[in-house]
């Protein structure tokens, strides 16, 4: 080797080393902590680090404040960690030359979310990574919960912290204090911007931000332009950056954006939550409004298809404050390129996004779009409206497809047992209740290829059944304005029937709901019955849904049948003092059972006159109300009705108003 170059390698490695340096403050074992000169937490506990106060370790200093919790050494079954609570931070800082390096290894990568104060601070995986060139560096985790910490590796250089790798700030340069005076500059105009903004919103070259002055109001701009930085919605972006007023095409912008500092703080969400302008879009369409740079949120509104531009149309029907009804428009940009659904134009969505303005015309920039998620069928049958659109948002699963008197129907259920029924309001409770599947009939009405491609199908996808609710009290049916998707990879499961022996159990079916009931057949002047076996029960028997049955059934009157059956109701329910979610009227009502009408679909089981009748027999019946209370007799309001069989068995829970 050249002596020379011998020589020039020899002390461009002693300068190195004298210049550089490496100090590991190791939090992920007993050995590591003792030799910070920590005492090592016992297990299930911790070292509080602002109680133990700050330690240095090879010219660098580590201190600590508390966050939600305090800033802690943990022991947990014999691994150690540091944990960072939210707001809580850890200082590294020197007292000679600068800190150039900071490595964080997580102990675990769930919760590892740290902000730097300066310089520049980036994760990937389990490691951060912060370079530049300071005296003290300031690590706050803002996640949930808490970071947890193995080790922090800092490299120091004996030099001191150097200068910002920017052209210094011109001290000349105009100082702008304010969004709101954005627009007063003259175009070209360049500043210093004086005050905090927060992150609304960033996409690629799109940075826009926030500022709230001190009497709470907030001001909107748009940063155009390579900032250098990748920010958290909610980042606290401090005073000092530069920037240049522009307008393109009428929209007032920040561009050339420098000194972009590194995020002081996240605030919480909602800071950067979009303002709810749900009625409002023609407010929003108005470019006099001043809404430009915004982020809403409109719901109920309509979509048109998007065109090959990427543009389409928002659409709401709102009224004014003398009630006149009117439909306001506003144009949509898919600017950000996101999923843009196939819309239903009988529907309503929620969006949001950034307003903007182009020549003129506002125009929303979309960050995401709801598809209204529906409603669940329980609440559809006990709050539902008559002449309302719905869209359920359950897995339904089809029982039976009838093509008969009553229209073209196919018969659906939930196949719920549970379901969270809140009543906080009203009872001071929410909680999740024991229920019985619901049932709807699905109208058809003429279109026969509605109905056969819906026949064909075990289980429909939710939020795809979609109509106009009919007959809630007495026989609810969803006239369907469209086909239903079939859930895909999803079984048939066993459904749950109730079953209803006249005579022993209570009948208590909805109308529409299929379910098995037993008795004896009997024609009464000419109508066909089923009863009870003391003919005290007698139950309307027609066969309009399956014909064919009349002649099965008709040869064996006085015979003991077993049916699967669609209930229906003549009448509604009366209506109840109590306001129960349904109206009922009480079993001991000398009509309650002529209310119903059996539509018998296939023949369980025949049995003549002194056969043994096989089969579960009920032995026990108790009535529990929402706040636990059990009863031999139903309470009012909704009931849970527990059934006990001969065999030990108990049928599913069944909702009962009195």
């Known amino acids: 080797m050249n002596r020379f170059y011998l020589l020039f390698l020899m002390a461009f490695l002693a300068f190195s080393s004298l210049s550089a340096a490496v100090v590991t403050f190791d939090f992920s074992t007993a050995e590591g902590i003792t030799a910070m000169g920590y005492a090592v937490p016992q297990q299930s506990a911790g070292t509080n680090l602002t109680q133990a106060g700050p330690v240095t370790v090879d010219g660098v200093t580590l201190s600590a404040t508390n966050g939600a919790t305090e800033t802690r050494i943990w022991n947990s079954q014999g691994s150690y960690s540091l944990r960072i609570y939210v707001d809580g931070s850890v200082t590294l800082s020197v007292a000679e030359g600068s800190i150039t390096g ?22 990937a995986g389990l490691v951060g990574t912060w370079s530049g060139s300071e005296s003290s560096v300031t690590l706050t985790h803002v996640g949930s919960k808490n970071a947890q910490v193995a080790t922090i590796v800092v490299t120091t250089s004996t030099e001191g912290p150097g200068d910002d790798p920017d052209d210094p700030i011109d001290p000349n340069i105009f100082k702008l204090d304010s969004l709101n005076h954005l627009a007063d500059l003259a175009d070209g105009t360049e500043f210093q911007f004086t005050s905090n903004v927060y992150v609304n919103y960033q996409w690629n070259e799109y940075l826009w931000v926030m500022q709230l002055d001190e009497e709470g109001y907030a001001y909107a701009g748009l940063i155009y332009g390579e900032t250098g930085k990748e920010y958290r919605m909610g980042s606290v972006i401090p005073a000092g950056w530069t920037g240049k007023k522009t307008t393109y095409r009428d929209l007032v912008e920040i561009s050339n954006p420098a000194h972009m500092g590194n995020a002081v703080n996240i605030l919480p969400e909602d800071y950067y939550s979009p303002f709810d302008c749900t009625g409002y879009l023609g407010e929003i369409a108005d470019p006099d409004e001043g809404w430009v740079n915004y982020k809403v949120y409109l719901e109920d509104v ?14 709401s029907v709102e009224t004014d404050s003398e009630g006149i009804t009117y439909e306001s428009t506003m144009t949509g940009f898919n600017k950000f390129g996101i999923d843009y659904p196939d819309v239903d134009p009988t529907e309503v969505y929620g969006i949001e996004g950034m307003v903007t303005i182009y020549n003129g015309v506002m125009e929303l920039f979309p960050i995401a779009i709801y598809s209204d998620p529906g409603t669940r069928l329980w609440r559809v049958l006990y709050a539902g409206e008559d002449g309302t659109q719905y869209k359920l948002n359950d897995t339904l699963y089809v029982a039976a497809a009838v093509n008969g008197d009553a229209g073209k129907l196919v018969f659906v259920t939930d196949n719920v047992d549970q379901v969270y029924y809140d009543l906080y309001a009203e009872w001071g409770y ?9 049932w709807i009939a699905l109208d058809c009405s003429d279109n026969e290829e509605m109905f056969n491609a819906l026949a064909d199908m075990e289980v429909l996808e939710p939020g795809t059944v979609k109509g106009v609710l009919a007959d809630r009290l007495t026989n609810p049916r969803l006239v369907l304005n469209s086909v239903p998707a079939a859930a895909d990879d999803v079984e048939l499961p066993t459904l749950t029937l109730f079953s209803y022996k006249l ?42 849904l399956v014909p064919e049955l009349e002649a099965e059934m008709a040869a064996k009157e006085g015979f003991y049948f077993g049916l699967l059956s669609i209930f229906t109701l003549d009448e509604p329910w009366e209506e109840n003092t109590n306001k129960s979610p349904m109206q009922r009227i009480h079993a001991t009502d000398e009509d309650y059972f ?53 065999d030990g068995s108990r049928s599913a829970v069944k909702r009962l108003d009195k």
């Open 503 to 544: 005579g022993d159990d209570y009948l208590a079916a909805l109308g529409h709901e299929m379910g098995r009931v037993f008795g004896y057949f009997f024609y009464r002047d000419g109508v066909p019955y089923l009863c009870s076996e003391q003919d005290t029960v007698q139950v309307k028997l027609t066969y309009d």
């Open 430 to 438: 929410a909680e999740w209740m024991d229920w019985y599947p619901d």
């Open 302 to 315: 309509r979509l048109s298809p998007i065109e090959n531009n990427n543009t389409f149309t928002i659409s």
């Open 594 to 646: 002529t209310n119903y009408t059996i539509h018998p679909l296939v023949v369980l089981s025949c049995a003549s006159v002194g056969e043994t009748i096989v089969g579960k027999q009920v032995v026990d019946v108790k009535y529990i109300n929402p706040s636990g209370i059990v009863s031999d007799e139903p309470q009012n309001g909704v009931n849970i009705v527990v059934t006990t069989h001969n």
């Open 102 to 123: 900071i490595t964080v290894n997580a102990a675990n990568e769930a919760y590892f979310d740290l902000i730097a104060d300066v310089g520049d601070y980036t994760t």
